[in-house]
């Protein structure tokens, strides 16, 4: 009797441990490592509230039980049974009959396109409902009650493997050292040798050439003397956010993995920057696209360890258990538990930047790439040490909002679609910070120790020749270098920058970079593509499609698809 009431009150504790652990700790962190990069917060955030369920689940299933043995054991075994049939079959759909919702928590999903899966879900779940009371009635309720014991007991050795696992692949233990880029040391560069990269956002050779051909493209080309302009230069992508790594690290973004570890291992394997690091330089790099988030990061002496917190845990905890509640409930009942996983990233805020606290959650340092802000930094531009910098200036260039006149004088009237000035006004708009931008590097004397590229990310979309944006503006000044404003036709790809960057870096003059040379005959290749949103974390994007030209960048008829995507 004491045997059996012994053997009662283990399987007692198992049930309830295994209800506890599988929707108190299995479910959550796990689902936290498979979205682990698309995802803000680290597990650490998770934990407090994660074993308060377990605490509680374990708590009230075993008290439940308890005082329902003590007050009918057969009632307590009928209940016990109920729970375990219940629990399995959740376990089952939330890791074995799981339909592809084309990635769950990325985007809201049209349940009409998903009646043949609610249908097969349906199937599955009357399957293994009917599969369980088969046993229950071949076995009955005691020798039902140890099976579902041992098979518990099975299960929750499966799922600690899996989360150890899992734990040690993504690496989700550690603590995510987000990083933000900062304006410091914006405008301090080096009396002995200074390497200036300046973006200008959307600025098209194309438009760049035809302001050449104006009444004014004298004076341009005075105000670019020393200068190469590659004037048949190809973009390999046509968005910003996967053009900026490519540009700084020689490495392409083809959704061939998850785009957070391609960018860390990206930045870790530049040539470029890696030889900046060989040469003791000190790296700036100012943009506002994805940043690596591991200890490459450490390497840009602007870019700062943030630490984000939540502005609401309580909500952030409860939004995080509908995603549990999505994976784990049959099909029909999921769609009150649908979410967007941009509604963590709204509840996130900056509560420390390397252990220092802002209050408001903002980061006032925080590296804006707005025209207006670094033409109002110019000024600032100082010699101030003589170690060696870099300086990677990303800056909204031509793209909309254009809202500054050639005089830099700001738009009020952006017109009827909101784009503001033309692309013309404002690429005039872009000579004239240029042309501050250089005279003062003049007059701090930091200009002949300097190379400086001038360059694009890609080009226009809306300019009136039509096109990919495949012609991004490319300019080119070595150290020391003296000679009047010269045009290259040598068919240049932002494949070839990592060598014309070490190029540059080992003395060579701009018009002597590249080893593609004019008259060259080659196929280039291009990537469009559109954007998953402007979400901070994300894993895959939409297709790229691939494009090759055989022909002049400016020649729309030699840029063809070739039917690849990626």
């Known amino acids: 009797m004491i045997a059996k009431e012994s053997d009662n009150r283990i399987s007692i504790i198992i049930t309830a441990l295994y209800l506890a652990f599988t929707f108190g700790i299995f479910a959550p962190v796990e689902i936290y490592f498979v979205n682990i990069n698309e995802i803000w917060f680290d597990i650490y955030d998770l934990l407090p509230g994660v074993l308060t369920i377990f605490a509680f689940l374990f708590l009230f299933f075993f008290l439940l039980f308890i005082v329902l043995n003590r007050f009918n054991q057969s009632v307590e075994k009928i209940t016990r049974i109920v729970f375990i049939i219940a629990g399995l079959s959740l376990y089952i759909q939330g890791n074995f009959l799981q339909a592809d919702y084309d990635k769950i928590g990325t985007e809201m999903i049209n349940w009409s396109q998903y009646t043949t899966e609610g249908i097969l879900n349906t199937v599955g779940w009357i399957g293994i ?302 000579m004239k910070i240029i042309d501050l931008f250089l005279n003062k590097l003049k007059s701090e004397e930091l200009y002949d120790n300097s190379v400086i590229v001038i360059m694009a990310d890609h080009g226009a979309a809306s300019y009136e020749g039509g096109g990919q944006m495949q012609s991004p503006l490319l300019l080119v000044k070595g150290y020391n270098e003296k000679h009047g404003f010269t045009v290259s036709e040598a068919p240049v790809s932002y494949e070839d920058l990592q060598e014309a960057f070490i190029n540059l870096l080992n003395g060579k003059t701009g018009d002597h970079v590249f080893s593609v040379k004019e008259g060259d005959e080659r196929t280039r290749a291009m990537y469009y593509t559109g954007f998953i949103g402007q979400r901070k974390h994300f894993t895959r994007n939409e297709p790229f499609i691939e494009y090759q030209s055989t022909g002049h960048a400016y020649d729309l008829r030699t840029l063809k698809r070739t039917g690849n995507e990626y």
């Open 129 to 430: 409902l009917m599969l369980f009371f088969a046993l229950l009635y071949k076995l009955g309720i005691e020798a039902f009650l140890k099976l579902g014991k041992f098979t518990m007991i099975f299960i929750l050795l499966i799922q600690s493997v899996t989360l150890i696992t899992v734990a040690i692949m993504q690496h989700g233990m550690l603590h995510k050292n987000d990083y933000t880029c900062t304006t410091e040391d914006e405008w301090n560069l080096s009396k002995e040798s200074n390497y200036i990269v300046l973006v200008l956002d959307t600025y098209d050779s194309r438009i760049f050439d035809e302001l050449l051909n104006t009444e004014q493209g004298v004076k341009y080309q005075s105000i670019l003397n020393d200068f190469t302009f590659y004037r048949n230069t190809m973009t390999v992508f046509t968005l910003t956010d996967f053009s900026i790594p490519q540009i700084l690290t020689g490495h392409k973004y083809l959704n061939q993995e998850d785009f957070g570890p391609y960018i860390n291992k990206a930045y870790a394997n530049s040539p470029f920057l890696n030889e900046l690091n060989k040469n003791e330089y000190d790296i700036n790099i100012y943009t506002t696209v994805f940043l690596p988030q591991n200890k490459v990061a450490k390497n840009i002496s602007n870019w700062h360890v943030v630490d984000s917190i939540s502005s609401n845990y309580p909500r952030m905890f409860l939004m995080y258990y509908k995603l549990i509640l999505f994976r784990y409930l049959p099909h029909y009942l999921k769609p009150p538990f649908e979410l967007n996983l941009d509604e963590f990233d709204d509840l996130e805020v900056t509560g420390t930047i390397d252990g220092h606290k802002y209050v408001s959650g903002v980061d006032p340092n925080t590296y804006s790439y707005g025209n207006v802000e670094f033409i109002e930094g110019i000024p600032e531009i100082r010699a101030v040490d003589s170690q060696k910098d870099f300086r990677f200036y990303h800056i909204k260039g031509i793209h909309h909002t254009r809202d500054l006149d050639r005089n830099l004088n700001e738009v009020d009237d952006l017109g009827e679609d909101g784009t503001g000035v033309s692309l013309e006004e404002s690429a005039r708009a872009n």
